[in-house]
């Protein structure tokens, strides 16, 4: 079945230094692909989505890349942000089921 | 603007007793509507999905049932909890059959099962 594989955490980093958060998925089908941001005590909002392979999506300096041929979807910023402390979701859509699908999860961490 | 409203906010429950969670949409009409399950420091699961009144469909079995009563409204319950029904439960909505299309969540529901 359709599976998606996150960075395994937490992620601790320093304000102002760089983030990747990986994320590779299985599926037979030609999904669109999500970035999900939960802050503590609140729903999932979207970051972004990319539905075509070989896009880039971005929103509020992140960043993704639908690799089709890689089976990838990694997280990047080049600059963090104490704000940007929160639990990360990689997620793709399932058609047949009408259903979306997580990864497991990247909880980050950013130090003042 | 739409608004998605979860409750209660958080709930203690004993093992065997029954469970009834609520949510309600407004400024949408006819949302595809989803209940969701995260365990602690967990994944996000799909429960179940409804795309109109009166239907629902159920993607995992955890012994628990859903309903929709009408357009704005989705509940989840089950008439005996188990302890591994504990954890946060998110009911979300979209404007169409999850594809490429967003999905909003609510601000959930804390269940703790002892």
């Known amino acids: 079945g359709d599976s998606v594989t996150q960075t395994e955490g937490p992620v601790t980093l320093s304000e102002g230094t760089s983030l990747t958060v990986n994320c590779s998925y299985e599926?037979?089908?030609?999904?669109?692909l999500f970035w999900y941001v939960q802050y503590p005590g609140e729903g999932p909002q979207l970051l972004f989505k990319?539905?075509?392979?070989?896009e880039k999506g971005s929103n509020r300096g992140f960043e993704a890349t639908y690799n089709k041929e890689a089976t990838s979807f990694h997280l990047q910023k080049a600059s963090v942000q104490e704000s940007d402390s929160a639990v990360y979701y990689c997620a793709l859509s399932d058609y047949n089921q009408g259903k979306l699908i997580f990864g497991q999860g990247t909880k980050l961490s950013i130090k003042p | 603007a739409q608004t998605i409203h979860q409750w209660p906010v958080a709930e203690i429950k004993a093992v065997g007793s029954p469970l009834s969670l609520g949510c309600t949409i407004k400024g949408k009409s006819s949302p595809n509507l989803y209940w969701y399950w995260q365990a602690t420091g967990g994944t996000l699961q799909q429960l179940f999905y409804s795309i109109t009144v009166g239907q629902v469909e159920s993607v995992v079995q955890l012994n628990l049932s859903a309903s929709r009563p009408k357009d704005d409204q989705f509940i989840l319950s089950t008439e005996k909890l188990l302890l591994s029904h504990s954890g946060f439960y998110l009911c979300a909505w979209s404007l169409l059959p999850t594809g490429n299309t967003e999905v909003f969540f609510g601000k959930g529901t804390r269940l703790t099962v002892v």
């Open positions: 599926t037979k089908q030609y999904p669109t």
């Open positions: 990319v539905p075509k392979a070989n």
